[in-house]
């Protein structure tokens, strides 16, 4: 059965950081693209950055770059997230999602992790 | 950069067929998918490369996408089915997300 396990969410201050983790299971995890998207209290999905499997290719949306930095480590089974200069709007629960092979689209998203910047 | 156009909202009865639109540029040009998020839950696959079905997800879900539109149907709308539902696709290796749009099954 796949399973991702999302780690990490807290409450941090304004220019704080944090890292997320997303632990796969079920599946071999080097060979997939994966993916953070996160979606703002009573907002819609918002994807926030894509890695392929091997960690070579890295893609993220204008409004994260140069702040987070996404990753993985295939021999952990493990996606991370680094954040860096959070600010408010950063306030979002935060879904790891693997991508189908060939298809772009997510077939398995983990439960979610609340990181809310406030101080 | 690239948008995907949903409308907020989507209402229909019991039994009824609901559709959901998702337009942008030539959408027809790149593979459109469905999600569907229930309160507090995480998305669901619904329909991917236009038209196909995930394992488990019911025949009632259905997609097309045509010139600068994708469309989902849900055929014979049942209440478990009253859900927020979001739109995808790929641009220039950026992931877009429609707004989404709120099925309301009356």
């Known amino acids: ?119 | 950069s690239y948008e995907l156009t949903q409308p907020p909202s989507v209402a229909v009865s019991p039994g009824q067929t609901a559709s959901f639109t998702c337009s942008g540029d030539n959408l027809g040009d790149k593979y459109a998918c469905w999600y569907q998020q229930k309160p507090g839950q995480s998305p669901v696959l619904v329909i991917y490369q236009d038209t196909k079905r995930p394992s488990g997800i019911p025949e009632r879900f259905s997609g097309s996408n045509s010139g600068n539109t994708a469309t989902l149907t849900i055929s014979g709308t049942q209440a478990m089915d009253e859900a927020d539902y979001y739109c995808q696709a790929w641009d220039s290796s950026t992931v877009i997300f429609g707004g989404g749009t709120k099925l309301t099954v009356l």
């Open chain 1, 1 to 119: 059965e796949v399973q991702l396990l999302e780690t990490g969410g807290d409450l941090v201050q304004p220019g704080g950081s944090l890292r997320l983790s997303c632990t796969a299971s079920g599946f071999t995890f080097s060979t997939y693209t994966m993916t953070w998207v996160r979606q703002a209290p009573g907002k819609g999905l918002e994807w926030v950055s894509t890695i392929r499997g091997g960690g070579i290719g890295t893609y993220s949306a204008d409004s994260v770059k140069g702040r987070f930095t996404i990753s993985r480590d295939n021999s952990k089974n493990t996606l991370y997230l680094q954040m860096n200069r959070l600010r408010a709007e950063d306030t979002a629960v935060y879904y790891c999602a693997r991508e189908m092979a060939v298809a772009g689209a997510f077939d398995y998203w983990g439960q979610g992790n609340l990181v809310t910047v406030s101080s």
